[in-house]
Nanobody, 125 residues
Framework: QVQLVESGGGLVQAGGSLRLSCAAS????????MGWFRQAPGKEREFVAA????????VYADSVKGRFTISRDNAKNTVDLQMNNLKPEDTAVYYC??????????????????WGQGTQVTVSS
């Protein structure tokens, strides 16, 4: 089992920045990739960004390219999401997730085996 805990959400004005962090514990050796998803009220959960747990490969949704950066802190065993130039449409609950059953950096929710509890990000206009 892998446990994931997100932190770093909050309220920010449009144009501002936030940094989310996802701490992984448990059988982290089994992780192939980590991703961030978000879900706004009344909408489906959507892909934001993902990266290989080992190595530098990354994938981003078109809506966040150039504004968000996903990175890994090896010392802390975390995967972070730096969010710059935030927009009101970025408002959502953000979830981190891990893949251990596939050798693939997924962009679909069904590809992920473990999920965190989510952290709220609110961007005011």
């Amino acid at each position: 089992q892998v446990q994931l805990v997100e932190s770093g959400g909050g309220l920010v004005q449009a144009g501002g920045s936030l940094r989310l962090s996802c701490a992984a514990s448990g059988r982290t050796f089994s992780i192939y990739a980590m991703g961030w998803f978000r879900q706004a009220p009344g909408k489906e959960r959507e892909f934001v960004a993902a990266r290989a747990w080992r190595g530098g490969s990354t994938v981003y949704a078109d809506s966040v390219k150039g504004r968000f950066t996903i990175s890994r802190d090896n010392a802390k065993n975390t995967v972070d999401l730096q969010m710059n130039n935030l927009k009101p449409e970025d408002t959502a609950v953000y979830y981190c997730a891990a893949i251990s059953s596939r050798l693939h950096i997924g962009t679909r929710t069904y590809e992920y085996d473990y999920w965190g509890q989510g952290t709220q990000v609110t961007v005011s206009s």
